[in-house]
Nanobody, 122 residues
Framework: QVQLVESGGGLVQAGDSLRLSCVGYGRTFSSSVVAWFRQAPGKEREFVTN????????YYGASVKGRFTVSRVSANNTVYLQMNSLKPEDTAVYYC???????????????WGQGTQVTVSS
């Protein structure tokens, strides 16, 4: 069993930066793949990024590549999402998820956090 708690969302202006955190609880979190997804009102859930349990492999969605960076610090069971050059279209609820497979498919992630709202004004 893994529990995930996201934080760090907020209201920012276009061009600003934010860093989201996802703290994992449970003995298997350290060996889990962690991903970030987002969902805007009226839209489907979108893959943002994922990172391998050892932090050595990560993939990004096309819309965020080059602007967002994922990292993890095993010592404090935390995965970070650094978001730079934010755009209004980045506005969404951001969720972290944990699973066993390094994939972009949300169905492969068994554990989800409650989400944190990111709003980017123009």
């Amino acid at each position: 069993q893994v529990q995930l708690v996201e934080s760090g969302g907020g209201l920012v202006q276009a061009g600003d930066s934010l860093r989201l955190s996802c703290v994992g609880y449970g003995r298997t979190f350290s060996s889990s793949v962690v991903a970030w997804f987002r969902q805007a009102p009226g839209k489907e859930r979108e893959f943002v990024t994922n990172i391998h349990w050892d932090g050595h492999f990560a993939y990004y969605g096309a819309s965020v590549k080059g602007r967002f960076t994922v990292s993890r610090v095993s010592a404090n069971n935390t995965v970070y999402l650094q978001m730079n050059s934010l755009k209004p279209e980045d506005t969404a609820v951001y969720y972290c998820a944990a699973g066993d497979v390094l994939t972009m498919n949300a169905r492969n992630f068994a554990y989800w956090g409650q989400g944190t709202q990111v709003t980017v004004s123009s």
